[in-house]
Each structure stands twice: as structure tokens, then as C-alpha cells.
């Protein structure tokens, strides 16, 4: 019998009929979502009314802004009375919360180098960088050093021969031994740093001057700070974390020591007691007259901070990793640092990114402790802003100022981050 | 990476260099700056302005140091320290003066071997009270509410206020002033102690300042003044003249305007001493004998600062009182220059 005489079988299909009305469109939604049985209605109700009440509370004191005047008092006459924001003085002082005390015909050059920050993120940011973007990645440090701080340009180049004389000390003494390479590189390279970088750059200077205007370190202030810590410790933070990271979980106990030591006393010490030894208790080892950068000693500070955090993050990353990755990348024959380069590393920081990303969000808002110790971050010169005469009593303008450039950063970061996630999303799940 | 390498250089580099220290006024005038230690803002004491200017009277004494010491009243480092970075920035030597509304006491004169280069500001601890509460005087506040800087001598001196007087309070400590402001105009507390001059500048900044009043009595004795490393009395005794040549100035009637004419030459010996007409004071010091008359030139004899910065024209509207002269009744003297 052939099946397709059937006469009961149906030959086409039957085009699908609307949903019933009760469960159709916003009003389906809003039950399902807002209304869903009473401790749901009662919360939308409260978060409305919330919501509602803030509104009323905040609309007529932003809507009500004045920007343009001189002084808090200008500000009052204004408003006369009613109640309103006083913006004008983030219009009088937005460059010193932005930029410090750096000298106002020089800002090109601050926003120049945050501007060739993203190029030198290139690499992270796209899925095949050119190598040429890699190279500038390398340099861009002494670029940026070079813009922010001026001075001549030999001298960054000279701490980069520094690392070229490393390498070639490495590839003469190769043949000796791995270690003993090492070893000689970085005491090579320590003392030409020590000993020639100062020589050479004025040496170079004299012949070809390259200079642009010296910016004392007092100067940097406001969001520029924050963020040439917050940058500088995120990007050492990261190497160093995964040798940390890499040095808990090694089998060779003086390097795990060392590594737990490192990360358990640092983890067991609040940042502001760190900063407070930068700028307090080192003062007192150092010889008198010691000109010993602050904001120097605050990023290294910083960076061992974020590292010590770091390390625990990437090897939560590394303990997540199936036992069988480590034992194929064996069985592949791939040395120690091969293995981890190509096989392990590349997993466990896909899997540690939010945790990474929440380290570098906490780490760039740590910045602002740097105040209590006497740098002009940009609560430390809200605190500045409010002194003078003319804005004694203005509050609550600045914080959202200063908040709210805060939270694009972050909110930023915390974006980009996701987006990363998903780029690199290649399990099966 | 490399930029904290390419730095840790730099600092190795400065490192080995060294510095061999002769005294403080050699490494002054060899840096051609000197490092004058502020706070990091307070109305009327130290606040830079929209162009990174700083102005006030701690300010205004640095330059007239700077004045006499290198020529140039804006030859200054201004550092901004804390009240925990303070002491240890001077001592350490990032400083070379501090000048930052410091109470002068025994044990920051002795114990921290600080030396006092005199009194710039007598100051005194008091309450202010919104007028609704109706306090008249601080015996008026038992049981209240206080709004209090953690970590000064304020809250010390407020204990030990009360307890002298019988009287219980309840403190609301706060990190800092601006909050204290925001928390005494919320309501949070019925009373804000303070400093007089931080009293009445809080009081200029309301936006209704009559409904508050500062009352009259002060509980305790706040003599604000510069101060060196102890050791080195030569430098020591620069900022002590320098103090007393800007008061001596009042006194003598010197100000911006006549100190050029002054300085040619007057009837009056003791003010042709101190601009240098007549004898060697300036030689005595370690300076030229014009150097008083720069740091009177700088921003002015005492009164005109005071005036400029904290007084009866100026927002934050303080009467001389306690830093009037002693001729007019307060406690500003100068010693003899002779």
C-alpha cells in the first residue's frame, strides 16, 4: 500500500494563529514582568514611586543650572533664592580637575598621549593586530612618558637600548646557560640604566636636541593622575600578576615562597598603608636630598598592589582548567613556557576577564587615596576648589563632576570587557 | 613597563648622584626653589586659584621667605600635605618650611624637634550655632549635638571642655570640613566646633549666614605659625625674621607702596636697620641687606596680608582681634631689629 494515497495525511501546513489576546503584546509583558502576583506589584509600585520622588527632588535643582558666574555668591544672586546647580564652576575649573596644575599651553600634549593610548591598545583591540602595531605598543610607554613629563627625547630612547643591550647580552651568553643569560642580561641592563642612560642622553642632547618643556611631577594633577597611575599600574599589574599567578603554582618551592609571601603580605595590607610608606617612611631611608619622584614611588606602590590581587585572579583561572590541558600540552612535547604560552595561559585568562576587569575598575578608582598623602587627585582638588573664596561651600557639583567622569571610565571598561568575552567565546556551551 | 623602568632610573640616577647637605638656606639657593609645605586648600590659608595661583596668608609668608632668601617671591614649590603628611614632609626634608596653620605646642616643638619661627595667626577653638537653637554661650550647650574634625586637637580640646564644665555632648566625628558643613546644615548636629577663622569662612560660604552665630567664647589657644627642622638655627632664624620683619613692617607703617621710597633712606634708624640703609643685619643673617625689604615687597607688611586674605573686605570677614598689633590692643609683636 503506498503511504501517499493516504487520504488523512495533510499536504500543507497550517499558518500558526495569533496568541489569545490576554497574552499578547505590552500588556502580557507588564503582568508578566512588573505585576507577577503582589510582592511584584508592590515593588514596582515602590520603585516607581522612588523613582518618581527622586525626580522631583533633582528636576528642579538641575533643571534650574547656572553656568555662567564667577563665585558661589554670583551663583546665589542668580538663582535668587531658588534652588539650583551651580555648574559654573566645573566651567571654571573643569581644566584643573581634568590636567592639575599643568601649564595650560602644554595640554595638547597630555590629551596626545591619551590619544595614542588607544593605538597602543591595538593589539587588544583587534583580532590580528599588523606587527607594526605590535612595535608601537612596545614604545608607546616612552612615547607617553616623553609627552606628560617633556624633557628630551634621548632619554626615554636611552632606557629603551637599555632593553636592546639586555637582548644582545642574552644572545651572547646563550650558549653558557639559560640562567646564566638571564642573569647577566638584567645585571647589563640594570647598570646601563645606572650608569649610562644619564651620560648618553646629555651627550645626544648636546648633538641633536630634541627636547619639549620639562612638567614637574607637582604639577600632574586631577584626572591626568589618575590615570597615569591608573594606567600604568593596570598594564604592569597584568605581567606581573601572571608571573605571580604562574610562581604560586610552580613546583619549585623557592619560587612558590617567594610568591606567597609576596601576594599574602601584600593582600594582607590595606593600599593607604602602602601609599602612606611611599610617602612617609621612605623619605626617612633615603638619604636627605634624595629627589625620589612621588608620583613614582605611588605607582610602583600601586602596581605591586594590583598585582598581588592579580596573581589570585589569573590562578583562579588556572586552577579552573581541566587537569587534561596541562597533561595534552605535555604530551605535545611543548617545553614549560611553551606550554603555557600556547596552551594554558590563553584559556585561564579568557576565563579570569570579568575578574580581571574587576580588578583594573577597583584599582583605577584606588587612585583617588592618593589624596591623603598629599597629591592633587580630583577629590584632592575639589577640596582645593572649595578653599578659594570665591566657591567655599559648593558641594554637591563637583562629586557628580567627578563621579560621573568615573563612571564613564568604568562603565567603559566594564562594556569593553563583556564585549571581549564574547569575541573570545569559543567553548561549546 | 617600561615608562615605571625607564623612572626607577631616573630615580637610581639621582640616587648615586647625591646630595651633600650644607645647610638649608645652601640648598635653597643652589635649587633656586624653595619648598614650602601647605595644606591642600583652606579659605583664606592656602587654595590655588582657576590658574593654579596659590594665594593666602600661609602662602603669602613663603613668598615673602622666597623673597628675601632668593629674589623672587614666586620662586616657590608649593606642596600640599595633609595633616598626617605634614610632619614627616618636613622632616624628611621634601620641605623646607611648613607653613600650614600649625598649632605651636610642647611636644611639636620639642618632641618632633620642630623649631617655631613665631606666631602668624592666633587662633582659638569656638562653636556656631544656628540661631534657631538659641544658644548664647557654650555653657548653653549641654546635652548638644557636635559636629567635630576627626584627628585634631579640636576634639581634645572639646573633651576636655566639657568635662571641666560638667557638661556631657554627644560627638559627630567627620573626616573633613566640607562634610561637616553639608552634615551642621542638614541638621545632622546641633553645633559646629571649630577654629574661629574656620568658623567664620564656613559661616561667609552659607547662603544664609545670619541664621547662624559664633559664639563668643573660646575654648582654647590656637597660635598658628611656620616652623623648620630644628638643627639648623641659621635657617631657622631666617623664617623667624622674616615673620618679624612683616609685623615690624606694620608697625612701622611700611607697606607696598612707600618700602621703595622707605628703603632710600628715613629719619627713623630702625626702619632704615631693617631695609637695609644703616648697618649689617641683612650681612648677619647669610643675605644681602635688601632682603627685608623684598619680603615686605613680596605681598605686603602683616596687616596688608591679613587684609588681603582673611580680613573684614575679603568674603571670609575676619576682625584683627587677638592679630591686631600690640599697640591696638592684640598680640602681634615684633622684636626689636637691632
Known sequence: ?429 | MKMTIALAAIAAATLTAGAASAGTMADVQARGKLNCGVTGGQAGFSAPDASGVWHGMDVAYCRAVAAAVLKDPNAVTFVPTTGQTRFTALASGEVDILSRTTTWTFSRDVDLKFSFAGVNFYDGQTFMVPKALGAKTAKDLDGATICIQTGTTTELNLAEYFRKNDMTYEPVPVENNADIQQKYLAGACDVYTSDGSDLASTRSSFKDPQEHIILADVISKEPLGPLVRQGDDQWADVARWTLNALIAAEEFGITTENVEKLSAGTDNPEINRLLGKEGNLGEQLGLDAAWAKRAIAAEGNYGEIFARNVGEKTPIGLARGQNALWEQGGLMYAVPFR
Open chain 1, 1 to 429: 500500500m503506498n503511504m501517499h494515497n493516504v487520504s488523512w495525511v495533510r499536504q500543507d501546513m497550517v499558518s500558526p494563529s495569533a496568541r489569545p489576546d490576554r497574552q499578547n503584546g505590552r500588556l502580557e509583558w507588564t503582568r508578566k514582568n512588573l505585576f507577577n502576583g503582589w510582592v511584584s506589584t508592590f515593588l514596582t509600585l515602590a520603585s516607581v514611586a522612588a523613582i518618581l520622588w527622586l525626580a522631583v527632588a533633582v528636576a528642579p535643582w538641575l533643571g534650574n543650572s547656572v553656568w555662567q558666574a564667577t563665585s558661589l555668591a554670583e551663583c546665589r544672586q542668580l538663582l535668587d533664592g531658588a534652588p539650583g546647580a551651580c555648574w559654573a564652576v566645573i566651567r571654571d575649573r573643569w581644566p584643573q580637575l581634568l590636567f592639575g596644575f599643568y601649564p595650560p599651553h602644554l595640554y595638547w600634549r597630555p590629551v596626545l598621549a591619551f590619544a595614542l593610548l588607544f593605538a597602543a591598545f591595538a593589539p587588544v583591540l583587534f583580532r590580528s593586530p599588523p606587527a607594526r602595531a605590535l612595535w608601537f605598543s612596545a614604545v608607546y610607554p616612552g612615547i607617553a612618558y616623553w609627552l606628560i613629563w617633556g624633557g628630551s627625547l634621548w632619554f626615554p630612547t636611552a632606557v629603551y637600548l637599555g632593553f636592546a643591550v639586555a637582548v644582545g647580552l642574552i644572545s651572547l651568553s646563550a650558549r653558557i646557560s639559560h640562567g646564566f643569560a638571564i642573569s647577566v642580561a638584567i645585571l647589563g641592563a640594570v647598570l646601563w640604566w645606572l650608569y649610562a642612560v644619564e651620560p648618553l642622553t646629555s651627550t645626544a642632547n648636546a648633538l641633536l636636541p630634541i627636547t619639549l618643556d620639562v612638567v614637574a611631577s607637582r604639577d600632574i594633577g586631577g584626572f591626568l593622575l589618575s590615570i597615569v597611575i591608573g594606567v600604568t599600574g593596570i598594564a604592569m599589574s597584568l605581567p606581573l600578576g601572571i608571573l605571580l599567578a604562574l610562581g604560586r603554582r610552580s613546583s619549585l618551592p623557592l619560587i612558590h615562597l617567594l610568591s606567597v609571601v609576596f601576594i599574602e603580605f601584600i593582600r594582607g595590607v590595606p593600599l593607604i598603608t602602602l601609599l602612606f610608606t611611599a610617602s612617609l617612611l621612605l623619605n626617612y631611608f633615603l638619604p636627605p636630598g634624595t629627589n625620589f619622584d612621588l608620583i613614582l614611588r605611588v605607582v610602583i606602590m600601586v602596581t605591586l598592589f594590583a598585582s598581588a590581587y592579580m596573581a589570585e585572579v589569573i590562578r583562579g583561572g588556572l586552577a579552573a582548567l581541566p587537569r587534561g590541558q596541562y597533561e595534552a600540552a605535555e604530551a605535545l612535547g611543548l617545553d614549560y613556557w611553551k606550554a603555557q604560552r600556547l596552551v594554558i595561559l590563553p584559556q585561564a585568562l579568557k576565563i579570569s576577564i570579568p575578574g580581571i576587569v574587576n580588578s583594573f575598575i577597583g584599582l583605577f578608582k584606588d587612585t583617588t587615596l592618593v589624596m591623603f598623602i598629599g597629591l592633587l587627585d580630583p577629590i584632592a582638588l575639589a577640596a582645593a576648589i572649595r578653599a578659594n573664596t570665591n566657591w567655599q561651600g559648593i558641594y554637591w557639583e563637583l562629586f557628580i563632576f567627578i563621579g560621573a567622569v568615573f563612571f564613564v571610565f568604568c562603565f567603559g571598561m566594564s562594556r569593553y570587557s563583556m564585549y571581549l568575552e564574547r569575541r573570545l567565546k569559543t567553548d561549546h556551551r
